[in-house]
């Protein structure tokens, strides 16, 4: 019997239309069968549908010839039915770990849910959560075991949502990007710890843009586009060879190689005395914990300045200091530049619920900016989309609608805080795209953060590595990728390599 065997699934969901159409899957225990294609594909609308939930949503319309998930048949299933599988025979790793995180639980509570849903005793439950902790690749996992999911850097919060979906032993594993927000070499752990749980005998439903995350553990590929499964087979095969145009194009589209001639301002090569941006020894504290500390970062006009690092080390809270969301302990920023936005990391939990694109692009309008369907034409959305909330965009087309959002504001500096990290490959080369014209034909400046150094080397004319909150390695890009000084910097070329 295979553990996942859907055949003919058609899913309509209200102000969408028809999002899968016809689709057939199986999966056996012990394979990795992993679902690929572009933003907006069905992708994480499959994923839900194996879980039944998308059999809860208000208006949703599910069809199926066969729906059958650890043996339960979905399709017959009542809510509460549906309810009792989801974690103890399939678990789910969402690609929004902010989101799914309770943020007034501990990531003990989070992550023990699964086991207290078992009456597993208390006194074991500790102890698998600090081993799925531990296997997820979270360090000093005893402390954080009293901390809250705000307390963590995105990618921490990541691992600890894959936490709370092993820690039950699942025999069906759905992961939705579970390496999104997480950098190389943590990647790398995650998805050792995923062909692990494989090889052991759980099914794997591995959904991803991540093509490198694809050809690491998955036996078999399925593309999806429009909802319609246009190319299935061995991995091997599929990735090398591939038959349909849409798997194509999404190779073709995989970051690689240096920041293309020609794409830099000629403000970069004649910078101004003043930068746009100075940070001088800042220091940012939490607690016991020294978030930033003593980092020096200049950014002129018309240059992007990569910020790349191991999840956890001070990235994200260094954007926050950039922009003067938090203010240093020690230290100053300097800032000459009179506009600068951020784009954050989680899209969603930046707008309000409650607002159309339309209106979140039209109050963030400044001065002569474009009009919101231009805005939204130039990160590659279409005008359908105005109407829509963010609640109804796949992750992809809400980090679109960030991007516009920032750009709305015709600011001097973009601070971008993993901009890509939701986007399938041929998206994200749409959006380094659009970011290397707006530094080159309007001399914007960037600080570019980003866990992927290939990205990260597509776009940066220079970069600083971190770790622990330190600046470990800067200087131009091509000059330390081609001769890393520090060994970190040399781990993180060889992981994402």
């Not at 200091?321 to 302990?329: K, N």
């Not at 230290?331 to 969603?348: E, F, K, M, N, T």
């Not at 009009?371 to 980090?399: C, H, I, K, N, W």
Request: one cysteine or more.
């Amino acid at each position: 019997m295979n553990a996942v065997e859907v055949r003919g699934l058609s899913v309509a969901l209200p102000g969408a239309g028809e999002v899968l159409r016809d689709v057939s899957l199986t999966v056996t225990a012990g394979e990795c069968v992993a679902i690929v294609g572009e933003s907006g594909a069905g992708k994480s609308v499959l994923a839900r549908t194996l879980l039944g939930l998308t059999h809860d949503a208000a208006g949703a319309r599910v069809r199926a010839d066969a729906l059958e998930i650890a043996g339960h048949d979905v399709r017959r299933l009542s809510r509460s039915g549906r309810r009792a599988m989801r974690g103890r025979d399939v678990a789910l790793v969402l690609q929004d770990a902010l989101q799914s995180l309770d943020p007034l639980r501990t990531i003990e509570a989070e992550v023990a849910e699964a086991l207290a849903v078992r009456r597993v005793p208390r006194a074991e439950r500790r102890r698998r959560v600090l081993e799925a902790l531990t296997a997820a690749g979270l360090p000093h996992v005893e402390a954080l075991l009293r901390r809250r999911s705000g307390e963590l850097s995105g990618g921490m919060r990541q691992r600890a949502l894959i936490a709370s979906a092993v820690v039950g032993g699942a025999g069906v594993l759905v992961a939705d990007e579970p390496t999104t927000a997480l950098d190389a070499t943590t990647a790398v752990r995650v998805l050792d710890l995923l062909g692990r749980m494989r090889d052991e005998g759980a099914a794997l439903v591995l959904v991803s843009h991540d093509l490198r995350a694809v050809a690491r553990v998955a036996d078999r590929i399925a593309v999806l586009d429009a909802g319609r499964v246009v190319e299935e087979g061995a991995a091997a095969s599929v990735l090398t060879d591939p038959r349909h145009e849409v798997t194509r194009a999404l190779l073709a589209a995989v970051p690689s190689g240096p920041k293309p001639r020609g794409s830099a301002s000629s403000a970069t090569d004649e910078r101004p005395r003043s930068p746009l941006i100075s940070a001088g020894a800042v220091t940012k504290r939490y607690r016991d914990v020294v978030a930033v500390d003593a980092v020096d970062l200049e950014v002129h006009a018309g240059e992007v300045v990569g910020v790349v690092g191991e999840s956890g080390s001070g990235k994200s809270t260094l954007a926050r200091l950039l922009i003067g969301a938090e203010r240093p302990d020690d230290g100053v920023v300097h800032r000459a530049a009179s506009c600068i936005r951020l784009v954050p990391q989680d899209p969603l939990g930046s707008f309000d619920p409650r607002h159309t694109v339309e209106r979140i692009l039209r109050h963030s309008r400044r001065g002569d900016a474009p009009e919101p369907t231009e805005l939204l034409a130039r990160v590659g959305l279409p005008p359908t989309v105005l109407d829509r909330r963010p609640v109804t965009l796949s992750g992809g087309q809400r980090q679109r609608v960030a991007i516009a959002r920032a750009l709305a504001a015709r600011p001097d500096v973009l601070v971008c805080d993993e901009p890509v990290s939701a986007l399938d490959v041929t998206t994200q080369a749409g959006i380094l795209d659009l970011l290397l014209r707006l530094q080159r034909d309007e001399g914007l400046a960037m600080v570019f953060i980003s866990h992927d150094l290939a990205v990260v080397r597509r776009v940066s004319d220079r970069v600083a590595v971190m770790r622990d909150g330190r600046v470990v390695e800067s200087g131009p890009t091509e000059a330390v990728y081609a001769a890393p000084a520090d060994p970190f910097t040399a781990e993180l070329i060889a992981a994402g390599s």
